[in-house]
């Protein structure tokens, strides 16, 4: 079987690509990555994650005012 890298569109066997399903807001997506785009996609997503837990973080905290 052959999938689409979602990065860079090229075609790969299904040994060598990643499959991640992530929620957003179109609901379920289900993305696939290529062994050479898959570091950047997880350096985005650990930045989009740790700027996510900060903001809730702030949430949580009580107002002073």
């Known amino acids: 079987m052959k999938y689409i890298c979602n990065r860079c569109a090229k075609i790969f066997q299904a040994n ?10 179109n609901g379920l997506e289900i993305v696939a990555i290529c062994k050479l785009c898959l570091e950047r996609y997880l ?14 973080e702030r ?3 009580k107002r002073k005012w």
């Not at 060598?16 to 807001?25: L, N, P, S």
């Open 43 to 56: 350096e985005k997503t650990k930045v989009h994650t740790d700027r996510k837990e900060d903001e809730n």
């Open 59 to 61: 949430m949580k905290m």
């Open 16 to 25: 060598d690509i990643t499959i991640h399903y992530t929620t957003g807001d």
